[in-house]
């Protein structure tokens, strides 16, 4: 079992920015396909970044040039750095990381953490 612990959510004005990290309870990062999602309030959960094995990333089209996810594997650690923030980016931010394996699918997330941008 893994515990993924997200923190750095807060509220911020816009083109501000913010840092999140998702702290892992052991080292899986650099087998874990991992992810940032979000929700926002009445919305459906979204995939807004992935990274697999710190090589391939994937950013959705609305946070392509504002968010960088990024890896250090010796702190157990994900980060999503959010800039130039807007409202529509408010929601609630979920770390995910995920193995599928012929014997099982590994899919963890964290408990959350809110993002409010408002001026």
């Known amino acids: 079992q893994v515990q993924l612990v997200e923190s750095g959510g807060g509220l911020v004005q816009p083109g501000g920015s913010l840092r999140l990290s998702c702290a892992a309870s052991?080292?899986?990062?650099?087998?874990?396909?991992v992810g940032w999602h979000r929700q926002a309030q009445g919305k459906q959960r979204e995939l807004v970044a992935s990274?697999?094995?710190?090589?391939?990333?994937y950013y959705a089209d609305s946070v392509k040039g504002r968010f960088t996810i990024s890896t250090d594997n010796a702190k157990n650690t994900v980060y999503l750095q959010m800039n130039s923030l807007k409202p529509e980016d408010t929601a609630v931010y979920y770390c995910?990381?995920?193995?599928?394996?012929?014997?099982?699918?590994?899919?963890?997330w964290g408990q959350g953490t809110q993002v409010t941008v408002s001026s």
């Open positions: 995910n990381a995920r193995r599928v394996t012929i014997e099982k699918d590994y899919n963890y």
């Open positions: 990274s697999t094995n710190g090589v391939s990333t």
């Open positions: 052991r080292s899986i990062f650099s087998i874990y396909a």
